[in-house]
């Protein structure tokens, strides 16, 4: 089995172009979770301390279902430190396709999931680095 960085390399362009098709539409979050479409969140983050739900997002259109194996490459990828335990939350953040992103990945019980939110839109003001 091929190691080293093409892999890595693949997932973070894939991630890049499904983060491009979510700015399009105008997706201020992203969530990863496996056998489930990319999902995005359309406008701003919810409130702080508001609960978030699977119901506050919608499809991206045009997305299959999000592979675990997948999904581990790219929580590799992304983050410095491997998730190790069930639980376990490791944020970063990275650039990917044009913007900054903050990154959340979770593991549970041979699963993970992935948020992936604008910094600007998360900071609840607009980007001032221009």
Do not use: H
């Amino acid at each position: 089995m091929p190691t080293g960085p093409a892999p890595d390399l693949e997932v973070v362009e894939t991630l890049s172009a499904l983060l491009a098709q979510g700015l399009a539409a105008g997706a201020a979050q992203v969530l990863l979770m496996p056998g489930e479409p990319p999902l995005m969140r359309v406008g701003g983050p919810p409130a702080p301390g508001a609960l978030q739900t699977v119901a506050d997002l919608v499809r991206m259109p045009g997305r299959s279902k999000v592979k675990l194996v997948w999904l581990r490459a790219l929580i590799a990828a992304l983050l410095p430190e491997p998730l190790e335990a069930s639980g376990e939350t490791r944020r970063g953040e990275v650039t990917l396709a044009g913007q900054r992103w903050q990154v959340e990945a979770v593991t549970a019980n041979r699963s993970a999931a992935v948020s992936l939110s604008l910094v600007n839109a998360a900071a609840g003001a607009p980007d001032r680095s221009t």
